[in-house]
């Protein structure tokens, strides 16, 4: 039965591992992380709870396209939406899909939290790290791996998914270096807006606390994005090292982005998943 309900679980990615598996072990071109990027998306968007909500997603598309617009890949086509889901999270598909959770804009106690978080998943996709996870697996695992990289469906299913989908695709995940490469894109990401690149940092910090006294809330993000007191120091020396001139007269906060909070958690949460 558990291996069933594994089986039904892994189910909105099987159109994605097809797509992929003729791209494992050889270089992804930009066509193709496209196709890949496109594909998972749009099974993702079928199975996924979003927020509808045009002023939310519109506040959220605006953010994020200020951002992805001064990077060295403004060619993309980026698109961002909002899961409904109160977990603090946010994650990125190849080709410039960016997915940010209600939890992680309610939790956000300023702008530029928000902005980091969204700023680091975009770096992900500037620094091409998805890719380079499928360009270094075996054929037919491609899908997996990614699949394991950006959610937690591999850590939550145990040593049984080893059987299913190999001992490769459950060690699968972004590296400390690729994390630590996204947090110097989402610091330089903020700070070419205009906005505090300290909200990163401060956002780690506030989720520490937080899982300290409420795990669960913060659970998806730390199993996906690794963090403690090291990463925050590390973020916070980049910081550092940019020149005073460029620090001044950032944007930390505005009432628009409290007024978004207020609506975001004005939304009803979709009905709970049945257990596993």
């Known amino acids: 039965m558990r291996l069933q309900r594994l089986s039904e679980r892994l189910a909105p990615f099987r159109l994605f591992v097809g797509a992929v598996t003729i791209v494992g072990a050889c270089s992804v071109s930009p066509e193709q992380e496209l196709a890949i990027g496109s594909a998972d998306a749009a099974q993702i968007d079928s199975e996924l709870p979003l927020i509808q909500d045009s002023v939310v997603v519109g506040f959220i598309a605006t953010l994020g396209q200020s951002m992805a617009a001064r990077t060295s890949r403004a060619d993309l086509k980026w698109r961002f939406a909002v899961v409904n889901s109160p977990e603090v999270n946010a994650f ?81 995940r972004y590296s400390q270096r690729d994390e630590a490469e996204a947090d110097s894109e989402g610091v330089m990401n903020t700070l070419r807006v205009g906005i505090d690149p300290e909200g990163l940092p401060s956002f780690f910090e506030k989720l520490l606390e937080t899982q300290s006294q409420h795990p669960t809330v913060v659970e998806a993000f730390f199993s996906t994005h690794p963090t403690d007191a090291a990463r925050v120091a590390a973020t916070r020396r980049e910081i550092d090292a940019i020149p005073s001139q460029q620090r001044q007269n950032l944007v930390r906060d505005t009432p628009e982005f409290h007024a978004i909070q207020a609506r975001v958690r004005a939304l009803p949460l979709p009905p709970p998943s049945p257990p596993p």
């Open 92 to 172: 990125a598909l190849p080709a410039g899909f960016i997915y940010v959770n209600r939890g992680a804009i309610e939790q956000a106690e300023r702008l530029d939290q928000l902005a980091g978080i969204m700023g680091h998943e975009i770096g992900h996709v500037v620094r091409r790290h998805a890719v380079k996870q499928m360009e270094k697996v075996e054929r037919g695992q491609v899908g997996l791996v990614v699949l394991c990289t950006l959610t937690r469906a591999c850590s939550h299913v145990g040593g049984r998914v080893a059987i299913e989908v190999g001992a490769q695709a459950v060690r699968a």
